[in-house]
């Protein structure tokens, strides 16, 4: 008899996107993706961090300040970085992503055929580039379902 206590494709999924985020360098908020296509196989991951090539500990990783010295015109988001990443044509696929996707990151969402988004938090519901993800999400057709994770237990 088969064991019941496997996880999901969610959980397993949206576990790989948490690890991801643990790659990030920003002190304030890590953010995970993990791109799967039709067939449940993984095509793509990403965090949120500096574009290749960037030493980590030559840029800002403020929030606030003067622009040029916060972390925002120089990081590049988890979502963004999963599709570069990605191994193939990303058209149907799903997105398992930490952190609801910006609206920046919801245009390559949708750029890139992208028609599924899976994700545990929403920290900036109501704000205005929220409301314009949103906008573009439902103008493309592109799914969305908030979870919560499950527990990730090992039998040892």
Same mark, same amino acid.
């Given at each position: 008899? &088969?064991?019941?206590?496997?996880?999901?494709?969610?959980?397993?999924?949206?576990?790989?996107? &948490?690890?991801?985020?643990l790659?990030?360098?920003?002190?304030?908020?890590?953010?995970?993706?993990?791109?799967?296509?039709?067939?449940?196989?993984?095509?793509?991951?990403?965090?949120? #961090?500096?574009?290749? #090539?960037?030493?980590?500990?030559?840029?800002?990783?403020? +929030?606030?300040g003067?622009?040029?010295?916060?972390?925002?015109?120089? *990081? *590049?988001?988890?979502?963004?970085?999963? /599709?570069?990443?990605?191994?193939?044509?990303? +058209?149907?696929?799903? /997105?398992? *992503?930490?952190?609801?996707?910006?609206?920046?990151?919801? +245009?390559?969402?949708?750029?890139?055929?992208?028609?599924?988004? *899976?994700?545990?938090?929403?920290?900036?519901?109501?704000?205005?580039?929220?409301?314009?993800?949103?906008?573009?999400?439902?103008?493309? #057709?592109?799914?969305?379902?908030? /979870?919560?994770m499950?527990?990730?237990?090992?039998n040892?």
């Amino acid at each position: 008899m &088969k064991r019941k206590d496997y996880i999901s494709w969610d959980t397993y999924f949206m576990g790989v996107a &948490k690890l991801s985020a643990l790659r990030s360098k920003d002190p304030s908020t890590q953010v995970g993706a993990c791109i799967v296509n039709e067939e449940k196989r993984i095509v793509g991951i990403g965090y949120n #961090g500096l574009p290749k #090539g960037l030493d980590d500990s030559s840029f800002a990783w403020e +929030k606030e300040g003067s622009f040029l010295e916060t972390k925002y015109p120089y *990081v *590049v988001h988890a979502e963004a970085n999963a /599709i570069l990443n990605s191994t193939q044509n990303l +058209k149907g696929s799903t /997105i398992y *992503v930490t952190l609801f996707p910006c609206n920046e990151c919801m +245009k390559l969402i949708a750029q890139s055929g992208i028609k599924e988004i *899976v994700y545990v938090s929403n920290k900036d519901e109501g704000k205005d580039f929220n409301v314009a993800s949103f906008k573009i999400m439902e103008a493309a #057709g592109i799914k969305y379902r908030q /979870i919560k994770m499950e527990e990730i237990t090992l039998n040892e």
